[in-house]
């Protein structure tokens, strides 16, 4: 048994990839319309083998294979009459906090280092 037919197999049943998977419905309110964004990862593989084990008369045979996706929201799309804008989700607390770690944990670690 050969590996392409698996993964074929597991690319076309994963990889559904279009616009609708990227973009969601638009959202009208306000006499704005909002669309939804996100980043889309996929990512499969498989194989398969053939075989006995050891110099036993018994032929062996394998296969298998597995995949899976996810959709991280990045923004949204807001159109209105006046413009039309990207909007990106960010969480600027976690961001400044995530530096403030990093700056104090390597300040923490070179003052150990000179002791």
Known sequence: MSSLPILQSLKESILTANVKAVYGEPIAAQGKTVIPVAKIIYGY???????????????????GGGGGAIAIPVGVVEVSDQQTRF??????KKLAAAVAMGIGLGMWLGWRRRR
């Open 45 to 63: 593989g498989g194989g398969a083998g053939t075989g006995g084990v050891g110099n036993s008369g018994t032929r062996g045979e394998g296969g």
């Open 87 to 92: 909007v990106p989700i960010t969480d600027r």
